[in-house]
């Protein structure tokens, strides 16, 4: 079995149902970047997170985002050793290989802040000293839609470091039946060993970058872009750090799937879940409509012709 279908396996044996879900968040995983899982309490959010992080073999952070949570709380601090006579730097959870923020926009936008160096540059800068995070580094966020009671919504700018923002869904009646009866997140998830050691993981994301992306594809996202920039719908369109992270999106898909070279589908696939956070439609300025956005990004889908 190929290392992925192994790391794939291990997690769908505690997050029942959902594949498509599953694979969102390895492609992140390889194309070496954040995933935002956002949906309604109770649908298996921190089960997949916890369910992927427990399935590689490097060092996780776990933060419960709380509204009294300081960005110290996250970064660090740096405090004075009377034994040493020195000051001491205590690094926080952000230093770790993986970090899952659980509820992140239950937090306060200050805090939540704390993370954009991090997410973007893969550092922290804390007391005019500039401190490197491990490699890899990849934070999973979970969050509740933003018509919940004592959610904080999450700037355009620290969105945007987030490679996609996926939903689950309710499962399907079969695949609630098997959660009911197996209680995944009480037995199987303790029980979860890990399948990929962080050596893997770097190789593996060394093959992505190498993964061939033709011109006609290149010109096939900046199409894409283009439309959205123009849409008379969109109040938003998407940025040159979106194209390159849909390029990276699609680069991971293919390698994923066993090849060596992306295809259309594999940028069609990952418009809306790595552009719809990206961008801002004229409707849900005026009515709080997020599914707007999507609608919107699918009729560009529609209309931009694909390479043959």
């Known amino acids: 079995m190929r290392p992925l279908d192994r790391l794939r396996a291990n997690i769908q044996s505690c997050f029942l149902g959902n594949q498509a879900a599953i694979d969102r968040v390895v492609t992140c995983l390889l194309a070496r970047g954040h995933v935002l899982i956002e949906d309604v309490p109770g649908v298996g959010k921190t089960t997949l997170a916890m369910a992927m992080a427990r399935s590689l073999d490097i060092p996780l952070s776990r933060i419960q985002m709380t509204p009294d949570l300081l960005p110290s709380d996250i970064l660090g601090v740096t405090v004075w050793d009377a034994n040493r006579s020195a000051f001491e730097f205590r690094p926080g959870p952000v230093f770790s290989n993986l970090v899952l923020a659980d509820e992140i926009n239950r937090t306060t936008p200050r805090t939540q802040s704390a993370l954009l160096e991090a997410m973007s540059e893969n550092q922290v800068s804390i007391d005019g000293e500039t401190r490197p995070l491990p490699d890899p580094f990849l934070v ?65 994301q060394n093959q992505c970058d190498a993964v061939r992306f033709d011109a006609e594809l290149t010109a096939y996202v900046v199409a894409i872009a283009n439309a959205t920039r123009r849409s008379d719908e ?9 194209c390159l992270a849909l390029v990276r999106a699609a680069r991971a898909a293919a390698l994923l799937k066993g090849r060596d070279y992306a295809v259309p589908d594999d940028i069609t696939a990952h418009v809306v879940p790595v552009f719809g956070h990206r961008c801002i439609s004229k409707a849900q300025l005026q009515e709080a409509d997020q599914e707007s956005t999507r609608r919107v990004l699918q009729g560009i889908l529609e209309r931009v012709p694909a390479p043959g």
């Open 140 to 204: 999973i966020a979970t969050q509740n839609p933003f018509e919940f009671e004592g959610t904080y919504f999450l700037p355009e700018s620290q969105l945007d470091r987030f490679l996609m923002r996926i939903n689950l869904g309710y499962p399907s009646p079969e695949d609630e039946a098997r959660v009911l009866m197996q209680d995944p997140r009480r037995q199987a998830l303790t029980e979860l060993e890990p399948v990929m050691s962080a050596q893997e993981l770097r190789d593996l």
């Open 234 to 242: 969109l109040q938003l369109g998407v940025s040159p750090r979106g």
